[in-house]
């Protein structure tokens, strides 16, 4: 390219760039800025990547995408992008991107030994159907699953769950944002009986003080740090502590670190609140107005299976703790019981059972938790004194109690991805509510999301294993109805037995109950941890795996077909960010070759069944449900007569081409002129994107999840709305009068109808039947210090963390397309302690085996890293085929969210 | 601050703000791993508190797509299950 085009073109984007930052410039620069863009076309889009959900503007000329920036006009990031929502625009040119559908054959037929070879869709939906039709008359609805996702965009999974729920009437349906959420979703109905924030990123702004908890911002939210840290550089008086276990970019501009050992967040929240009780500090008001206590059983598990049959041998003595736990002497402190007892696990299957107590209790339990004690459990810096970690600690409680003090807590993976990640989800509550410090601006509990869409699809539509749109759940028989009104189904249709988690998905594909699966949207046989099991029953089980992506990932060379899917900006949607923001954009460019939308993949193959194909009488093992003959799904077929249906309907046209949807129109103005591949692929001029999303909007209005109508979100002065969005006007801070429409009683209402209703007891169990309402209340939880399930020992010495660096997203599907897996050399680095790497005669970048009870790895060691990890303690990120950590991570999950804890397990590291 | 950014390849710098301590800068690289690279050696520069990538411009490039080794060119060889996974 000639210099002065290329000089032009830099003086365009540094214009554009002051501009977007609110830096002045001279009326002859902008003008260069817009002469170079002439033919471009921008529109406004949302970061692909994480939870923060920040606001990107795209240029598309001749039908490719041009350049990307930050959206000037976007209240997330104000011009602002990362690293990763940088390359936003170039994502999907990879060379090694997905054309057409593949599947694994030989001699011109399906083999699962076989080969990929090109086939056409025909052919490819013409085998999952031969192969669904297999599972389902073998296993029925609980023999079929779909792996959904946190990224999945509103349509998609509004239709994937739609089709799953009242098509094969099967709740096997669950998203990897059961890997990330979980545990702040369990913790938000414990708590107030509604999911998600009360509060929003302009909490930033009021703030006094913000405590970081187990979230690397400056790596994983790396625009709400940039915000964070403008607010503590323009302001002495903000504090901002950072605690975590190992060293991290987040501590630089922390004023206080505070390093901790793997699971004692638990105790350390107890201590704080302690502090508040011993200094009198309890918001009683706020308190006796707005909450009560509650505390449930400590025998619950650790989420594992409750059998070893299918353990490797090493794994038998951690396994074993899924039955049985020893107490060790900081657990039994923390747990008013003696050390050496063994405590058998008794309420595994009934973990989230809890209780009301007095606050005489709730004193009592939490009275172990004293400085010394909890100082000594926590210190997780073994060069760090024991008197200098006092001191943080109890000036972390000084933070917090400080009554001239707004204190914002954040929290990602630290605390969701733990072994009792429900609990400590509840303990940030519990602090903030003892202290009257919550949903209000500035002052708040916060739980920050990580996928761009955890909120907005997975957990707001429902593609959970438990759940139905807008918090309604399949256990329960009244939003079931709710559910069959709006989706005019018959009664009873809907299955209320709870599904297979993703976890479990993978164990049922172990031991043959699921015999179909279909991936959308991510990567599970790379995220998932003990991997090496996974693996094995994709490949050698009898069963049939179908991979939607755009790019060949683990899964998809694991699976037996493979599907071209259409990425972000190729495709209409909409996503849902941690803050609430639903946000939209429209289709930029068409998809390469022959992928298409999962939308379309969804719509296509529920055209491939009948009403007669499912809504006869189908098994469902274990299901005893009032209304059900035990273990069966009644035949609703002459239900569906009387309603008007065909049992000759096709499941499309009962579910999605209705009559109502087919009456939203594609072309349609909102488009300005932009494409629709997915409504003319379908050829029957109905605009699906909008027809669906118009219906998933009846479950929120009125309900506590309103959104506002479709074309809103679309208009050129919107940057997404935060819901609930009443009357036109979104709803900054819930629960608190002066904000939110549906508060309709007093200063603060935590109107969350779920798990309202609790029987009373003492610390160690209920001691009457008799529920008392809680309505409008949030419950102050206590929640003990437990210890991890497998911590290092004298085989497997160290402690092992996993997570996400700043440049790579999850497993670098997008983020790394080159492909280094057949480079030599991996090149994702374990961090460890120098000394560490010294005592086993390992040098930086030497080439080591990281190795536990599961597998093991191969990995690059870094002791200079940007994250610094305490001796005794490794990380290892998971981006990087070549080194699949999660053939090596443990597969504990919490046993009330069902989230995998990929923070803490033993490995032993040595010179490859 | 200044000076040490123009020393870089790639860099240059266009704008200042002093009072708010914002610079504009533009970077160009040859492939994505370079832009990535290049991003992390401003980060680590002393006094550099952010740094983040506002504009993308890559209208003009010749190659969009990455290079990729030939033996994964053809479709067909994406079966091939790396022998790391098996181990």
């Not at chain 1, 107005?289 to 038998?316: L, S």
């Not at chain 1, 499912?614 to 003959?629: F, H």
């Not at chain 1, 929640?783 to 092992?800: F, K, S």
């Amino acid at each position: 390219m000639e210099i002065t085009r290329r000089e032009f073109i830099k003086t365009s984007a540094a214009a554009a760039t002051a501009a977007a930052v609110g830096m002045p410039l001279s009326g002859t620069v902008q003008a260069a800025a817009k002469e170079a863009e002439a033919d471009w076309q921008w529109d406004k889009g949302v970061c692909r990547f994480c939870g923060t959900g920040c606001g990107i503007m795209i240029a598309t000329k001749d039908g490719r995408i041009v350049a990307t920036k930050g959206d000037p006009d976007a209240p997330v990031n104000r011009g602002l992008n990362c690293i990763k929502g940088y390359f936003n625009g170039k994502i999907q040119y990879g060379k090694d991107r997905l054309t057409q559908p593949l599947m694994r054959m030989s001699n011109g037929k399906f083999d699962k030994q076989g080969k990929f070879v090109p086939v056409s869709w025909d052919q490819a939906f013409d085998e999952m159907e031969k192969q669904f039709r297999k599972a389902y008359a073998e296993k029925g609805p609980a023999g079929v699953a779909v792996f959904g996702s946190g990224q999945y965009t509103i349509p998609e999974g509004y239709a994937a769950a739609k089709l799953m729920k009242a098509g094969f009437r099967s709740n096997n349906i669950d998203p990897n944002a059961r890997h990330c959420m979980a545990s702040a979703v369990v913790g938000f109905i414990q708590t107030f009986g509604i999911d998600e924030p009360s509060g929003n990123y302009d909490d930033i702004e009021y703030t006094d003080t913000v405590i970081t908890w187990g979230a690397n911002m400056a790596e994983c939210h790396p625009i709400l740090w940039s915000r964070v840290s403008a607010r503590r550089l323009s302001n002495d008086n903000v504090r901002v502590v950072n605690l975590t276990t190992a060293n991290n970019q987040t501590s630089d501009i922390a004023d206080t670190e505070i390093i901790f050992k793997p699971g004692t967040d638990l105790a350390i929240w107890n201590y704080i609140a302690r502090e508040i009780v011993k200094r009198d500090a309890v918001n009683h008001d706020y308190v006796s107005k707005h909450c009560v206590f509650a505390t449930g059983p400590y025998d619950i598990g650790y989420g594992m299976r409750g059998t070893d049959k299918y353990a490797f041998p090493a794994e038998n003595d951690t396994q074993a703790k899924e039955l049985k736990v020893k107490l060790d002497k900081w657990e039994a402190i923390a747990q008013r019981k003696k050390e050496g007892e063994v405590v058998e696990q008794k309420h595994r299957d009934k973990p989230v059972a809890h209780w009301l107590i007095s606050f005489d209790d709730f004193k009592k339990a939490v009275e172990p938790y004293t400085l010394d004690f909890v100082a000594e459990l926590s210190r997780g810096n073994p060069g760090e004194e024991l008197a200098s970690h006092k001191e943080k600690l109890k000036e972390l409680a000084d933070l917090y109690i400080d009554q001239n003090r707004k204190v914002v807590s954040y929290w990602t993976m630290g605390f969701n991805q733990h072994y009792r990640g429900s609990w400590v989800n509840e303990q940030a509550y519990m602090v903030h509510l003892l202290l009257g410090k919550q949903a209000m601006p500035g002052n708040g509990a916060f739980s920050l999301t990580g996928q761009p869409s955890a909120c907005g699809t997975a957990r707001e539509v429902g593609t959970f294993a438990h759940r139905l749109p807008a918090d309604l759940v399949v256990t329960n028989p009244k939003h079931r109805a709710r559910a069959e009104e709006i989706w005019k189904l018959p009664h009873n249709t809907l299955n209320p037995k709870v599904g297979s988690h993703i976890v479990k998905i993978m164990r049922d594909l172990e031991d043959g109950q699921v015999k179909f699966a279909w991936v959308q949207v991510n990567n599970p046989f790379q995220a998932t941890a003990n991997a090496n099991h996974w693996i094995k029953a994709a490949r050698e089980m009898d069963n049939f795996i179908v991979v939607s992506d755009p790019y060949p990932t683990i899964s998809a060379k694991v699976a037996d077909l493979i599907l071209p899917t259409a990425m972000i900006f190729e495709k209409w949607g909409l996503y849902g960010n941690a803050e609430r923001r639903t946000q939209a954009w429209r289709e930029q460019v068409p998809p390469p070759g022959e992928a298409r939308t999962d939308v379309w993949q969804i719509l296509e193959f529920s055209k491939r069944f009948r009403l007669r194909d499912v809504w006869g009488e189908k098994p469902v093992a274990g299901l005893k449900e009032e209304g059900y003959a035990d273990g069966t799904l009644p035949d609703v077929l002459a239900e569906a007569e009387k309603m008007g249906y065909s049992p000759d309907n096709t499941l499309y046209e009962v579910l999605f081409a209705n009559a109502v949807n087919k009456k939203v129109k594609w072309p349609d103005p909102v488009a300005k002129g932009h494409d629709n591949h997915t409504a003319r692929a379908l050829g029957e001029g109905w605009f699906p994107e909008k027809a669906l999303f118009n219906e998933y909007r009846k479950f929120g209005v009125g309900h506590m999840h309103d959104l506002a109508e479709f074309d809103v979100y679309y208009r050129d002065d919107v940057r997404g709305l935060k819901w609930p969005v009443v009357d036109g006007k979104e709803t900054e801070w819930r629960f608190n009068a002066k904000y939110d429409p549906y508060v309709k009683t007093g200063d603060f209402e935590f109107y969350g109808p779920a798990l309202k209703a609790l029987p009373s007891g003492d610390l160690d169990k209920p001691t009457s039947n008799e529920k008392t309402s809680l309505a409008g209340k949030a419950k102050i939880f206590f929640r003990p210090y437990a210890a991890p399930p497998e911590q290092p020992d004298e085989n497997y010495d160290l402690w092992l963390s996993t997570g996400r660096v700043l440049e790579h997203w999850h497993t670098g599907t997008m983020t790394q397309r080159v492909p280094e897996l057949h480079r030599a050399m991996p090149t994702a680095q374990i961090f460890m302690h120098p000394e560490d790497a010294d005592a086993r005669g390992i040098k930086r970048n030497d080439i080591v085996v990281v190795e536990s009870r599961r597998g093991m790895v191969k990995a690059v060691v870094e002791t200079q890293g940007r994250n610094r990890p305490p001796k005794n303690y490794t990380f290892v990120p998971f981006f990087d085929e070549a080194v699949f950590i999660n053939k090596v991570a443990l597969d504990v999950t919490c046993p009330m969210s069902k989230e995998t804890d990929y923070k803490k397990c033993a490995v032993k590291v040595y010179k490859a | 601050m200044v000076e040490q950014l123009n020393q870089l390849d790639g860099i240059d710098v266009h704008h200042r703000d002093d009072s708010s301590g914002r610079i504009v800068i533009t970077q160009e690289a040859e492939h994505i791993h370079d832009e990535v690279d290049g991003l992390k050696r401003i980060k680590a520069l002393p006094h550099v508190v952010l740094a983040e990538m506002v504009y993308h411009c890559f209208e003009e490039d010749d190659e969009l797509f990455e290079a990729v080794q030939p033996e994964l060119n053809e479709q067909e060889r994406i079966a091939v299950i790396p022998p790391y996974l098996n181990k």
